[in-house]
């Protein structure tokens, strides 16, 4: 039998610091818009993650906690309802213009979901940590020429 969730650890001297991942979470998509977005993370946090709050706390939090970089997007919601943080992953099958204050269109998105109960300190520093190892060329290249959206998986957990 498979394995269907990982663990991606940022710092292996802070549990705080990893973040779990269902391999159903990782996807090759086509989706259109903002709302398709949203609306798509949202249905897979409902059934990966068993989280009935994100849909609201992605829509409520997201003008704060969004960073577009190189057609790829980064989000960070908090959610009073989860434990630990998890991650859902998309890599879209063409650019969506997401928001264009942020910055040009987007290909590959990074939700990640950290529980309100984690100190600011902490949730700076997974964000940080996650903004920085997609800043790398080779790993952004490496994201884009994955096989599938769930090889992504094993390239994080590995960096």
């Known amino acids: 039998m498979k394995k269907s969730t990982y663990t991606i650890s940022l710092n292996d001297k802070n549990t705080s610091h990893q973040i779990v991942v269902s391999k159903d979470s990782c996807l090759d998509i086509t989706l259109n818009n903002k709302k398709d977005i949203f609306n798509e993370i949202s249905y897979i946090c409902k059934k990966e993650y068993n989280c009935e709050e994100c849909a609201e706390s992605l829509i409520k939090n997201s003008k704060n906690k969004l960073i577009v970089e190189n057609g790829m997007l980064l989000i960070n919601a908090i959610v009073n309802q989860i434990k630990q943080n998890y991650l859902v992953f998309f890599r879209l099958k063409n650019y ?11 290909d590959i998105i990074f939700a990640i979901f ?46």
Do not use: W, Y
């Open 96 to 106: 969506v213009n997401f928001d264009r204050k942020l910055g040009g269109p987007v």
């Open 114 to 159: 950290t529980p309100k109960s984690m100190d600011s300190p902490n949730r700076l520093q997974i964000v940080s940590q996650i903004s920085r190892m997609l800043k790398r060329n080779n790993i952004r290249n490496a994201i884009k020429g994955a096989d599938k959206a769930e090889d992504i998986i094993a390239l994080l957990i590995t960096n």
